[in-house]
């Protein structure tokens, strides 16, 4: 089973919703989870790095990987059995490399914002992977969301959105999603997260087998 958490929108929350997942797939239902860090910024191996400098145990093996490295590890890891591989994408789509992981790819998730620029980079990055892989399932999660803005064009948008796939439910802007590391997240973020990705394991990975 192979996630592909990406938007060519910086930004957008990829990286925290790659560790929300992971840690949920580790910690709740008891999964086996790699990470392919495959975001420039790899923010994701610094926090794994972080983990190990303060002996922390970690919850699964986080790779930084480049693109060109993307077909050998997946060969390598479609061995592995029950096995579940989240890839954080970059946050660009110029790169022949992209393709063979857009193709490979069983299951696709997006977090986005309401804002305008956000919504269009959302649209073009779902336009493309529906072009080069049509089976996969998207799940798209609007983030950092701001209780204090009216988002006018909301349902518009979704509306629009809704055409590539299921939008889940949203994650507001709040300072505890930073505390979120490679090995643990906040308690107090678990009410909210908890509905979404309960959303995405029953409805796309339970029962789901790596062959």
Avoid: W
Avoid at 165 to 183: C, H, K, M, N, P
């Amino acid at each position: 089973m192979l996630i592909l958490i990406g938007n060519q929108k910086g930004g957008a929350g990829k990286s925290t919703i790659t560790l929300l997942l992971a840690n949920y797939l580790a910690l709740v239902k008891k999964r086996k989870v790699t990470v392919l860090d495959m975001d420039y910024q790899q923010s994701i191996s610094s926090k794994a790095e972080k983990a190990k400098i303060l002996e922390n145990e970690p919850l699964y093996e986080v790779v930084p990987a480049d693109l060109r490295h993307f077909p050998a590890l997946h060969s390598s890891l479609s061995k592995r059995a029950n096995e579940i591989v989240i890839v954080d994408l970059p946050g660009k789509m110029d790169d022949d490399g992209l393709l063979p992981i857009f193709i490979a790819g069983d299951v696709i998730i997006c977090p986005f914002a309401y804002d305008e620029f956000s919504v269009d980079s959302t649209i073009l990055f779902a336009m493309v992977l529906r072009k080069v892989n049509e089976r996969a399932p998207f799940i798209f999660i609007p983030n950092r969301i701001k209780n204090t803005v009216r988002y006018e064009t909301k349902s518009e948008i979704e509306k629009v959105i809704r055409r590539f796939g299921l939008i889940s439910a949203g994650f507001a802007d709040r300072v505890d999603f930073q505390r979120i590391s490679t090995f643990h997240t906040p308690l107090i973020l678990m009410p909210i997260v908890l509905p979404v990705l309960d959303l995405i394991y029953d409805q796309f990975l339970n029962g789901e087998e790596n062959v």
